[in-house]
């Protein structure tokens, strides 16, 4: 079935006292859009989880929120930057003689001082990587369920449209069979009454009948319109991303209703013209939310 663009996908996770937590958000776009917010020591994964996201959904803006508390010291070390705390003692000492004061230097405050004591986390630490998947792909799963659930909806709504969208189309085709036959008993009246007595051409009023049918005819469009419908019925069904090739079969259905408007010579069809164009402009709008 056809997913909605729109959903949103949560996991949580604790292992090894690494803890995590995902959230993806996604709302309409033309195109796939991923956008990761991820912690500085876990940027080295960014596109993997970009490339994760992009096998299960194709079309949306996404964005992905990851926050990871890692309170085990498997994969970090810690590091002390000697020759920057040389450099505060040595600049500490100066100012304490320039400026006759006690210069009583501890190691713990100078292990304060910026960029002196580092935590370091191994870029490339594997069991982390597939921690980090591993909580992507159930967020992504809870994700597409949502979208699923959103998409059935809007499947029923478009089902209901496109059978009245039938409806109106058959009844089109019902009311135009009648239009010719009405049109010759009209210009047959009408010519003998301009003629009086004289014998009507019967071969002139044939040829003013054909070119009238040929001008009022809608059957190849009430054709093409039935042939769209199963087309994108058939299209609601699939499991694929859709909704681009939705977009291009309303442009047709709007195209061959527009035509049979103009073709109309009949205030009953003009009546369904416009009621077609109605539900038509809402399956657009409809549309505009399935990936």
Do not use: W
């Amino acid at each position: 079935m056809i997913k909605s663009m729109t959903g949103y996908g949560r996991a949580n996770t604790s292992k090894n006292e690494r803890e995590y937590q995902i959230e993806i958000k996604s709302v309409n776009h033309r195109y796939l859009d991923v956008s990761v917010k991820i912690p500085k020591q876990l940027s080295y994964l960014e596109d993997t989880i970009k490339k994760e996201i992009s096998s299960k959904v194709k079309r949306g803006k996404i964005d992905v929120f990851i926050t990871f508390n890692n309170n085990s010291l498997e994969g970090r070390s810690i590091k002390i930057n000697t020759e920057l705390a040389k450099v505060y003692i040595d600049e500490l000492k100066k100012l304490a003689e320039k400026e006759n004061i006690l210069s009583d230097i501890q190691v713990t405050e100078i292990s304060k001082y910026p960029d002196v004591l580092n935590i370091q986390n191994q870029k490339e630490d594997d069991k982390i990587k597939e921690e980090v998947i591993e909580v992507v792909r159930i967020a992504t799963e809870n994700l597409i369920n949502m979208k699923q659930l959103e998409g059935n909806k809007i499947s029923e709504d478009l089902l209901n449209r496109l059978n009245k969208i039938h409806q109106n189309v058959t009844e089109i085709s019902k009311l135009s069979t009648g239009l010719i036959e009405e049109y010759v008993v009209k210009l047959e009246a009408r010519i003998k009454e301009i003629l009086k007595n004289q014998e009507v051409d019967k071969q002139r009023l044939a040829q003013e009948v054909v070119i009238y049918a040929d001008k009022c005819s809608v059957e190849e469009e009430i054709t093409r319109l039935n042939s769209h419908i199963l087309q994108f019925k058939n299209l609601l069904s699939t499991d694929e991303a859709v909704g681009k090739r939705l977009d291009f079969i309303v442009q047709e259905m709007n195209r061959e209703t527009n035509t049979i408007g103009s073709k109309a010579n009949c205030l009953d069809i003009t009546n369904k013209v416009i009621d077609l164009k109605t539900e038509i402009e809402n399956i657009r709008e409809q549309i505009q939310n399935i990936e």
